[in-house]
């Protein structure tokens, strides 16, 4: 998104193989992006639209690249986070506020001619499964309560069982969840569509590997 003279496009094209669209308002830019591809051989890998990016359908992305402003960024971030866990997102410069990047690297640009600083930083996230809510326990966790606050790549969970209340924090890599390093209780859960299953962990969580958790219709569990 906002592909200027295509090259994040083509070169993926060229290293990686990928295929990729390119989208850009500017004209100009969208023809010399055409004809760089042609040039490097990999026109029939790679495509760039004149196009609105709010209307632009990225449902086949695996990685979503984006060099635009701040408040676009922000603007955008809604459909970004209602992407399939898992899919990449990467910013030249600018962040998305309050959802923090997994990762920052900052890349020396001697002759960059867009602010002081001649450098630049590249943002990556990694889209996080919606878990936000409550989970109730099938099979064997019957019974179980698992309530999840999330705020994106981060949560905290509360697991109630026969009477017993075990706190969680971590963190959500696609469609996984994990504990953080060092925390007090250890857990791994994998999202299966409307399901949490049990990966490994502490006790409860390796005892029980491979039980279920289903997402409640409501704010509580029926049984």
Known sequence: LGSGDGRIVI??????????????????????????ARKAGVAERVEFREQDIFKTDL?????????????VNLALRPKRLQRKP??????????????????????????????LEKSSKVHLWTVPANVHGLWCGTGVLVGTQFAVQQQFQNFTATMTRAGRVRDYEGRIDGDQLHSLPGARRAMQ?????????????????????GATLSRASGNRCDS
Do not use: C, N
């Open 11 to 36: 070169l993926a094209a060229q290293r990686f193989g990928a295929s990729g669209l390119g989208v850009e308002l500017v004209p100009d830019l969208v023809r010399q992006s055409q004809d760089t």
């Open 59 to 71: 449902s086949p992305a695996t990685v979503v690249t984006m060099y635009l402003l701040p408040e």
């Open 86 to 115: 898992g899919t990449r997102i990467v910013s030249h410069d600018w962040d998305m506020g309050d959802w923090k990047p997994d990762e920052t690297t900052v890349v020396p640009v001697p002759d960059k001619k867009v602010g």
């Open 189 to 209: 859960l994998r999202v299966l569509g409307p399901q949490l299953e049990l990966v490994g962990g502490d006790s409860v969580f390796t005892l029980l590997k």
